[in-house]
C-alpha cells in the first residue's frame, strides 16, 4: 500500500478549505508607535556615530521607526504602521486622520499599509533634521508647562487603532518615553487608576503595549514611580497576589529599559509579533478544562513571495490567478462540491449498473464499492481521516519522570503554550499550579494533541519551563513547552560502525587548536547571525524600493568566519596537527567497503490494474516480466514474445470476467 502520505495529499487550494480559517485570522501585523515628545526627548547632544552633529532621543525613535518600516515593506507588505507623538501643542487639522483624539497628542502618520513614498516622507523629515537640530522642535512643538495624562494617550491609540486596524489584525504600540513619573503630586493616585483603566479598555480591544523606556546616566528610568502601577501583569501569579513588601506584581515581559543607542535594536527583536499559531482547550481530568494558547519559537524565515504583473504598455496590471476543475469529456467546468478525492493507486471507477448506479451507502453510512473499483471520498471524510474524528484540543494522559525524555525523541519544533484566560476563567491559576508542581517533582506530562482541524493527532510531551532571568537581562517566561514525539514507524535504527582510532598523541594535537578557538562564553547565540542569503536579498530589495544605491562591498556576512583571527590564534597549532596526522599510521589504512546485494525492485502487478488496462487496450504498456509474472501465476505458458504473452493473457481475461 501507498504511504498515507502519497494518497491522503490534496492539493494546496484544497488544504487552504479544508483548513480552519481562524489559522490565518492573525496574520496581518499592526503597529503604532506611541512617541513622547516632551522637552527632554527633544534635548540636543552629540551624535556619537557622526562628528558636528547634533541629535535628541525624538530623533532616534522616530528613525527607529522609520528602519522598522523599511522592513515592513520587504518582509510585510501587507502590515501597516502609525506614529502618534504625543505632549506636544501641535493638533491635526480638521477633517483629517485624528483630528479627534485628545488634546496634546497628533497623529503624524495614520494607520496604513506600509509603502516606499509613505517611509521617503519620514526619511525626508529625518534628512532635514540632521541639517537643521531645531527641525524636530519647529515641527513637533513640545509641551512645556504640563503633560498630557497617559490615560488620554492610551484613548487616544485605542481610538486610532479603532479607525484603523483591520479586526483581526495583531495590534500592538511601541510605548516610547524618557519620563518615569509623568503625573507627580496630589493627583498621581487618580491619574494612575485612570491609566491602568484605558490600558484594560486596550488589552480588551486586542491591543498589546510593548513600552520601551529610555535610560539616561544624568536621568535614570524607574518605573516603580508610576508605570509598575499602570502596566499590565503578565507572569503567572495572579494579579491580586503582592510580594511581602506589598509592592505590585511584576512588569510585562516585553518592557525594555536600556540607552537610547539600543533602542532600534530593542525595536528590532520586539518587532515580530507574537502571534498565537492555535488557541485550543487543555483536558486535565474529565469534566476539567483550561485554556491554553501555543505559539512557535522557531519559524523559519522565507523570501516574500513574487506577483505576476501584466505589461499593458500604459500600465502593468496585478495578475490573479484562479484554479478550475474541467470535466474533459463534457468540456465544462465542474462545481467545487462536485469534486471528490481519490487513491492515485488502483483501478478507474467501475462502470455503472443497470440501475445507473456504481456505489451505495450501507446503512452504517460506510459507502460500498464494487471489486475493483476506486474508492472515492468527500472533503468531510477526507478530514476525519486526519483528525480520527477528534476535535482540537490537548487531553493530558499521565505523567513521566523527566529522565525519560531523550534528545532524539525532539523530531520536530516544539510549540509553547501558555494559558488563555479569555477562554476558561481561572485557566492562569490552574496552569500555574500544574507548572509548578511538575518542576517540584521533576515530571513531564505525556498528551493527545490535535491543535487545529486541519492537522492529525500527535503524542506529545509536555516539558515544563520556570522562569529565569540571565545576566545580560533576558527573561525566559515560565510555560510548557510541548514537544511532539514519534510514533514507532517514525523511528530509524541507525547502522553504528567502529571505524580506525586516532592516536593519543593525534588527539591531543587536535585539542590543542580546538581550546584556542572555543566560541565565546561557550554557547552559539543564533539571533546574532542573521541568514546571509536573506539578508542580502532584503538589502537589495530596499535599495531599489527606496532608490538608493547598493553597494556589493558594504554588505558584511556575520556568518563568515574570520580566516585571520583563526590563523593567528591557532595556525601554527593546526599546522602541528596535521603533521601528526600524517605521521599516524593509521591515517593512510582505507576499509574495504562491505559489498552489499541490491535488492531486486517489485514489479509484479495485481490483476485489478492488468483487467483494467485490459479493459481500456493498454495491454501493451505493461512490461514483458509483469506479463511473464501474471501468467506464471494463473498456470499460462511464460515462454513466447510480448505479443504472444499479451494474447494469452487476454485471452485468459475473456474466458474469466
Known amino acids: 500500500m501507498a504511504p498515507f502520505d502519497d494518497w491522503n495529499k490534496i492539493d494546496e487550494e484544497e488544504d487552504e478549505e479544508l483548513q480552519d480559517s481562524s489559522l490565518y485570522e492573525g496574520k496581518r501585523d499592526v503597529i503604532l508607535f506611541a512617541i513622547d515628545c516632551s522637552p527632554s526627548m527633544l534635548e540636543l547632544y552629540e551624535d556619537a556615530r557622526y562628528e558636528d552633529v547634533q541629535t535628541c532621543k525624538l530623533f532616534t525613535s522616530l528613525e527607529a521607526a522609520m528602519q ?35 488634546k496634546g497628542t497628533f497623529v503624524y502618520q495614520p494607520i496604513a499599509t506600509v509603502d516606499a513614498p509613505k517611509v521617503m ?16 522642535s519647529e515641527t513637533f512643538p513640545p509641551m512645556k508647562d504640563k503633560r498630557v495624562p ?30 518615569d513619573n509623568p503625573h507627580p503630586g496630589a493627583a498621581s493616585s487618580r491619574l494612575i487608576t485612570s491609566a491602568r483603566t484605558t490600558l484594560i479598555d486596550l488589552v480588551q480591544a486586542g491591543v498589546t503595549v510593548e513600552p520601551f523606556f529610555i535610560s539616561t546616566e544624568e536621568k535614570p528610568f524607574d518605573p516603580s514611580l508610576f508605570y509598575s502601577s499602570v502596566l499590565l501583569a503578565t507572569n503567572l501569579t495572579d494579579s491580586d497576589d503582592f510580594g511581602d513588601d506589598g509592592e505590585a506584581p511584576i512588569l510585562p515581559e516585553s518592557i525594555s529599559i536600556g540607552r537610547i543607542e539600543e533602542l532600534l535594536q530593542q525595536m528590532r527583536f520586539h518587532e515580530v509579533p507574537k502571534r498565537a499559531l492555535f488557541s485550543v482547550p487543555f483536558t486535565l481530568a474529565p469534566n476539567f478544562v483550561i485554556g491554553v494558547k501555543g505559539y512557535g519559537l522557531i519559524t523559519e524565515q522565507k523570501r516574500g513571495a513574487y506577483r505576476y504583473f501584466a505589461d499593458l504598455a500604459d500600465r502593468m496590471e496585478v495578475v490573479t490567478s484562479r484554479t478550475a476543475y474541467v470535466d474533459e469529456e463534457h468540456e465544462a467546468e465542474v462545481e467545487k462540491p462536485q469534486i471528490l478525492f481519490g487513491m492515485d493507486l488502483g483501478a478507474p471507477s467501475a462502470p455503472a449498473d443497470e440501475d445507473g448506479e456504481d456505489t451505495k451507502e450501507a446503512e452504517v453510512g460506510v459507502r460500498s464499492v464494487p471489486l475493483g473499483s476506486r474508492v472515492f471520498y468527500t472533503a468531510d471524510e477526507v478530514r476525519s481521516f486526519r483528525t480520527i474524528g477528534l476535535e482540537p484540543g490537548i487531553k493530558l494522559l499521565g505523567f513521566k519522570s523527566r529522565k525519560e525524555l531523550a534528545f532524539e525523541d525532539n523530531i520536530k519544533h516544539a510549540f509553547f503554550i501558555y494559558p488563555d484566560e479569555m477562554t476558561y476563567a481561572g ?38 519551563q520556570e522562569e529565569k532571568v540571565d545576566e545580560s537581562g533576558w527573561r525566559e517566561p515560565p510555560g510548557f513547552h ?69 553597494d556589493e562591498d558594504s554588505f558584511e556576512d556575520l556568518t563568515e568566519p574570520k580566516y585571520d583571527m583563526i590563523h593567528k590564534r591557532a595556525g601554527q597549532l593546526m599546522k602541528a596537527w596535521k603533521q601528526a596526522l600524517q605521521e599516524d599510521e593509521s591515517a593512510n589504512i582505507v576499509a574495504a567497503p562491505i559489498a552489499g546485494t541490491k535488492r531486486k525492485a517489485d514489479v509484479s502487478v495485481d490483476e485489478a490494474e492488468i483487467r483494467s488496462k485490459y479493459e481500456a487496450g493498454t495491454l501493451a504498456k505493461l512490461r514483458v516480466d509483469q506479463l511473464k509474472d501474471f501468467c506464471k501465476s494463473k498456470g499460462l505458458p511464460v515462454a513466447g514474445r510480448k505479443a504472444e504473452l499479451i494474447e494469452r493473457v487476454a485471452d485468459w481475461l475473456d474466458a474469466h470476467p
Open 150 to 179: 497617559v490615560g488620554d494617550v492610551f484613548t487616544s491609540c485605542n481610538w486610532i487603532m479603532r479607525d484603523g486596524a483591520p479586526k483581526t489584525a495583531t495590534k500592538r504600540i511601541f510605548y516610547i518615553t524618557d519620563e
Open 68 to 102: 522598522i518600516q523599511k522592513k515592513k515593506v520587504l518582509v510585510g507588505p501587507n502590515d501597516a504602521v502609525g506614529i502618534m507623538l504625543f505632549n506636544t501643542t501641535r493638533r491635526n487639522e480638521s477633517g483629517t486622520a485624528g483630528a479627534d483624539i485628545k
Open 427 to 464: 485557566s492562569k491559576r490552574t496552569f500555574t499550579a500544574l507548572l509548578r508542581t511538575m518542576i517540584s517533582k521533576k515530571k513531564i506530562a505525556i498528551v493527545l494533541a490535535l491543535t487545529r482541524r486541519n492537522a492529525s493527532p500527535i503524542f506529545c510531551a509536555v516539558l515544563p
Open 482 to 550: 510541548l514537544i511532539p514525539l514519534p510514533f514507532a514507524d517514525d523511528i530509524r535504527a541507525a547502522p553504528v560502525e567502529k571505524a580506525f582510532r586516532a592516536s593519543d598523541e593525534v588527539k591531543d594535537a587536535a585539542r590543542a587548536w580546538i581550546d584556542k578557538l572555543n566560541v565565546k562564553n561557550g554557547s552559539y547565540p543564533p539571533d546574532s547571525y542573521p541568514n546571509p542569503a536573506l539578508a542580502y536579498h532584503n538589502t537589495q530589495l530596499e535599495a531599489s524600493a527606496f532608490r538608493e544605491e547598493f
Open 121 to 136: 516622507e519620514l526619511v525626508k523629515l529625518l534628512d532635514e533634521s540632521r541639517e537643521n537640530p531645531e527641525r524636530l
